[in-house]
Nanobody, 115 residues
Framework: QVQLVESGGGLVQPGGSLRLSCAAS????????MGWYRQAPGKQRELVAA???????NYADSVKGRFTISRNNANNTVYLQMSGLRPEDTASYYC?????????WGQGTQVTVSS
């Protein structure tokens, strides 16, 4: 069982930056594929970024060059550094861990980009 707790969301002006964090429980964190997803009102949840245990990344086209996913296996945390934020980035952001046939989700953190 893996528990995921996100933090770092908030209100930011267009062009601003935020860093989301996701703290994970469990001893196998380093072996999981970690991802960030987002869901805006009335829309489906979508992949934002993913990071494998080997360091391979995958980004949605809409965030390439603006967002960076990283992980610290020493403290079981995955990060999403977001810059150049746009109003269309407004959504609830969810941390995801996948591995060994299991998928885990955090409760989400709200990001609102507005002037």
């Amino acid at each position: 069982q893996v528990q995921l707790v996100e933090s770092g969301g908030g209100l930011v002006q267009p062009g601003g930056s935020l860093r989301l964090s996701c703290a994970a429980s469990g001893s196998l964190f380093r072996l999981y594929v970690m991802g960030w997803y987002r869901q805006a009102p009335g829309k489906q949840r979508e992949l934002v970024a993913a990071l494998t245990s080997g360091g391979r990344t995958n980004y949605a086209d809409s965030v390439k060059g603006r967002f960076t996913i990283s992980r610290n296996n020493a403290n079981n945390t995955v990060y999403l550094q977001m810059s150049g934020l746009r109003p269309e980035d407004t959504a609830s952001y969810y941390c995801n861990a996948a591995g060994y046939g299991n998928v885990y989700w955090g409760q989400g953190t709200q990001v609102t980009v507005s002037s």
